[in-house]
């Protein structure tokens, strides 16, 4: 962008070495042990949507230094959004913007929740951009701009600008969007510039951001003390976001890639699956249902259903193999109270019986009634011992006698329930299948016929994975054909500890982060759009 870059680094040597920085550093150093405030920014709370990756919150938090951050990727990633969040969700210090790509008038159209954040001051248009506005009649909006503008394209001017900005603010937190524009193809005399600028940055205690164009590597990488490198791909040709913490000085790196999302704007970061630990349990309140369809007991998932599920359906829950079984268990688990609560009757069976973590029997005791559970929910365990269950809601059950046993119970909690549609949760084991695939198969069509002909509203868990082995392979095989053949399909994935939901059968666009909260004291699912 500018000419003449040995004047730039005349410039910034002849500054960093002057009495004006030692005077800017030192009078940071009083204000700090006096106590005393410059312009600090008024301490707010960030915007409850964005979330910032602990390791950048950490850096940033370092007493004593300055921090620079180097935010790479190709266009499209999100790199200006991510700035943008930094500096609303640091609300400690003072955000000043320096841009070569976005003009103000835009920004605050963009990025609507900066407007309490970021004085109109503090934004450094280098963009030459400017459309005079049509009450300017005499061009004095005009010529400020064009004033402005000549500064920054004759001189280095900015370098100036952000040591006065830092003078100014006991804290600032700088973005310079872009650092290639401002900087411009110098080679080799950019190094000495960029080395200075940073430590500069370091000694007086500030916070910069300098977003790249590109994400090939340079000399600025070894300087600066963090580098995040954003990417966007696709999952089953839904967007799918990961950011890279590729470098993160004098920080503990906890993790090296998270997902994040773009949603409203605004950067948020997608936590790793962490179970709850629950204080205040409630007895589970069921949805009103759809007419015809019945609903999950999540609100959103029903949407995700469009309205609720059909009697006499196969509805195929696809998990992934390293997806924590707990984390699934809202989905379950709201089913199970729903029609529990709702007088309606369940049938359950999992690899693991009551002890499940689909099921969560200690807080499942909570979630409903005791009386009604005995009532209204049967599970369907394999037998092993002789001893003779004595709890009534268990059955005994072995895999040659299962259909029997599942429709004799399907009968009787049909008739307790006067007739209203009956849940079944099964977990199918994929062991089963490997071992005889062709018996296995012949009995689960047998069973799928009788589902189609009752009044039962059947979720098949199966489990998935991305290996290929031949044995995988054929599973694989098996999940494509009951994809076929299930009236609906939702499958749940893990990336970089976040779990992720998307459905094939109805078809969403969207690709999700599932989350599970317990503000009413039962579980709910919360979704939130990747895009």
């Not at 500018?2 to 004047?7: D, V």
Request: glycine residues 4%.
């Amino acid at each position: 962008m500018y000419k003449g870059l040995e004047k730039m680094q005349h410039h910034l040597e002849k500054f960093y070495r002057s009495a004006e920085a030692l005077l800017i550093i030192k009078k940071r150093e009083k204000c700090k042990k006096m106590g005393k405030k410059t312009n600090r920014a008024k301490s707010k709370q960030p915007p409850d949507e964005i979330l910032i990756p602990p390791e950048i919150i950490s850096a940033f938090q370092l007493k004593e230094t300055g921090y620079n951050l180097l935010l790479k990727g190709q266009a499209g990633v999100g790199k200006t959004t991510f700035a943008m969040s930094l500096l609303a969700y640091f609300t400690e210090y003072t955000p000043v913007y320096l841009s070569t790509r976005v003009a103000p008038s835009s920004l605050y159209s963009q990025f609507p929740w900066l407007r309490n954040r970021l004085a109109p001051e503090n934004i450094l248009d280098a963009t030459r951009t400017y459309i005079p506005p049509t009450d300017d009649p005499k061009g004095h909006q005009m010529k400020e701009h064009l004033m402005q503008t000549i500064r920054f394209q004759t001189i280095p001017e900015f370098l100036k600008i952000i040591y006065e900005k830092v003078a100014q603010y006991e804290n600032p937190i700088i973005v310079i969007d872009s650092w290639d524009a401002i900087i411009g193809p110098g080679h080799g005399q950019n190094d000495t510039v960029e080395t200075l600028f940073t430590e500069f940055i370091r000694q007086s205690n500030s916070k910069l951001i300098l977003i790249a164009e590109s994400d090939t590597q340079s000399f600025l990488d070894y300087i600066v003390d963090g580098i995040l490198t954003l990417t966007d791909e696709e999952i089953a040709g839904r967007t799918f976001r990961t950011v890279l913490i590729k470098k993160i000085r004098a920080v503990e790196r906890k993790q090296k890639a998270y997902a994040y999302t773009l949603y409203h704007n605004k950067f948020r970061y997608l936590k790793p699956y962490k179970r709850e630990s629950l204080i205040n349990i409630t007895q589970f309140e069921p949805n009103s249902d759809n007419d015809d369809l019945f609903s999950t007991g999540n609100k959103i998932l029903d949407k995700i259903y469009e309205g609720g599920l059909r009697p006499g359906t196969f509805n195929l829950l696809e998990v992934e193999s390293n997806v924590p079984v707990s984390s699934i268990s809202s989905i379950f688990i709201g089913l199970l109270c729903q029609f529990i609560q709702s007088e309606r009757g369940a049938i359950i069976r999992t690899t693991d019986g009551i002890n499940s973590d689909l099921i969560d029997k200690k807080r499942l005791f909570l979630y409903l009634p005791t009386d009604r559970i005995s009532k209204y929910m049967k599970i369907l365990q394999n037998q092993i011992s002789d001893r003779k269950e004595i709890r009534p809601y268990i059955r005994q059950v072995e895999d040659q006698n299962f259909n029997s046993v599942f429709f004799d119970t399907y009968s009787k909690l049909s008739s307790i329930s006067k007739f209203q549609p009956v849940f079944a949760g099964i977990s199918y084991d994929n062991l089963q299948f490997m071992v005889d695939f062709n018996q296995a198969i012949g009995l689960f069509e047998k069973h799928l016929k009788l589902i189609r002909n009752s009044n039962v509203i059947e979720l098949g868990i199966i489990n998935s994975s991305k290996n290929e082995s031949s044995s995988v392979k054929e599973l694989g095989s098996l999940t494509t054909n009951l994809s076929y053949i299930a009236s609906t399909h939702i499958k749940v994935i893990e990336r970089h500890g976040a779990i992720l939901l998307y459905s094939l059968k109805p078809r969403s666009s969207s690709l999700y982060a599932m989350k599970t909260v317990y503000k009413k004291g039962f579980p709910q699912i919360v979704l939130l759009p990747i895009v």
